[in-house]
């Protein structure tokens, strides 16, 4: 189980991360590109993930890891159950989401 704090501190170790409201959610961005997200009331996070590496997690742990609905579940976005997820499989996942994000170039 991972709680909020854990998790902001995880997305926040990443260099160059800026935590920033998005909706009811926190988000955690690089280049100014959301890789993660904390919703917090829902025991939540999101990672963006390629499609490729999407599939894997949700495979490996599929009780733990979920792709969004819709498009952007389509594209990678994917849901994080802190209540079950461990943290070195999250930690993991988080670091492959911000490096998507760190080589995107800024607008």
Request: hydrophobic share 40%; charged share 30%.
């Amino acid at each position: 189980m991972i709680n909020a704090d854990t998790f902001r501190k995880l997305a926040l170790s990443f260099p160059d991360t800026d935590e920033h409201p998005h909706f009811e959610r926190a988000a955690f961005r690089v280049n100014k590109k959301i890789f993660a997200t904390l919703h917090e009331a829902k025991h939540q996070g999101m990672v963006i993930l390629t499609p490729a590496d999407q599939s894997v997690y949700c495979d490996f742990d599929p009780a733990s890891f979920s792709p969004v609905p819709g498009t952007w579940g389509a594209k990678g976005s994917t849901f994080v159950d802190l209540k079950k997820v461990k943290k070195e499989v999250l930690k993991e996942a988080m670091t492959l989401a911000y490096g998507e994000r760190l080589t995107k170039k800024k607008k």
